[in-house]
Structure formats: C-alpha cells, structure tokens
C-alpha cells in the first residue's frame, strides 16, 4: 500500500509537466534528509545517487526533453521566464 501510495504522488508530479512541483519535491526530499539522523551521509549518499541517475538520464532520449524543460537552459515556455525577468526588473525600479 505505501509503495502504491508513492508511485501516485510521483505520477501526480510527472504528470502536469509543470516545474513548481518539481522544485517542491526537491526541496522537501532536501530537507528530509538534512533533518534526519546521519544527515551528511545521507545527503552525501542523496548526490551520489543524483549524479548517477543525471548521466544516466542525459544518455538517453529522454534527456533532451528533460533539459527542453529547464528554466535558462531549456527552450520550452522560454518565453515564461522571459517575462518574469522583465517584471522582477520593472519592480525593483
């Protein structure tokens, strides 16, 4: 039942293709382990793990569709984060 449970939240996030639950999930799954007992081997263990599934990903097809997605690198909704460039310089006038 948990591993259903967790398959269905991860879908939940896969499936919008939308990048603000991504950094949520990030940052939740950061804190996580920092906040946890042996939290800088934990953390250590949480970038290696990262690292390998990166490269792993970035070998495959997929990886371009993924980097596509990224604010400042990617070209998908570029446009996005364009204007939220233009109105952070306009309200810090």
Same mark, same amino acid.
């Given at each position: 039942m948990r591993s259903a449970a967790f !398959?269905?939240?991860l879908v939940g996030l896969i499936a919008p293709v939308s990048r603000?639950?991504?950094?949520?999930?990030a940052a &939740?799954?950061? !804190?996580?382990f920092a906040?946890?007992?042996?939290a800088m081997s934990n953390l250590a263990k949480l970038g290696v793990a990262g690292? &390998?599934?990166t490269a792993g990903m970035l070998?495959?097809?997929a990886g371009e569709k993924i980097i596509d997605y990224l604010p400042f690198v990617g070209t998908v909704e570029?446009?996005?984060v364009e204007y939220r460039?233009?109105?952070?310089e306009i309200c810090t006038r």
């Open positions: !398959l269905a939240l603000g639950p991504w950094v949520g999930m &939740i799954v950061l !804190l996580y906040t946890g007992p042996r690292a &390998i599934l070998a495959t097809p570029s446009e996005n460039q233009r109105l952070l």
